[in-house]
Nanobody, 125 residues
């Protein structure tokens, strides 16, 4: 069974940057489409960004477009989320997720079958 572990979260001031990492165990990472989702306190989990298995194509939520960048290094079994110009409303637990049965991305939470444990990102004003 593949496992995913996120890291890189923390406390940052508004306007600052953080880079989240999601490291996967197992040798089939390169065949998985990956996504990042987030859940703020008291709210439902929402889509942030997704990337195809090849890394060629990406999609972003409108709320993060132009500020966040999703990327991956299949040789390192890792997907990243570079977060710039952070805002207090970006405060949430961030989760990486994998689609193990397809190389194509998705913005829909229920299309993902593996999830990390989450990492907290807090943006102070």
């Amino acid at each position: 069974q593949v496992q995913f572990v996120e890291s890189g979260g923390g406390l940052v001031q508004a306007g600052g940057s953080l880079r989240l990492s999601c490291a996967a165990s197992g040798r089939t990472f390169g065949g998985y489409a990956m996504g990042w989702f987030r859940q703020a306190s008291g709210k439902e989990r929402e889509f942030v960004a997704t990337i195809t298995a090849s890394g060629v194509s990406t999609i972003y939520a409108d709320s993060v477009k132009g500020r966040f960048i999703i990327s991956r290094d299949n040789a390192k079994n890792t997907v990243y989320l570079q977060m710039n110009s952070l805002k207090p409303e970006d405060t949430a637990v961030y989760f990486c997720a994998a689609r193990s049965k397809t190389t194509w991305y998705s913005t829909r939470e229920y299309d993902y079958d593996y999830w990390g444990q989450g990492t907290q990102v807090t943006v102070s004003s």
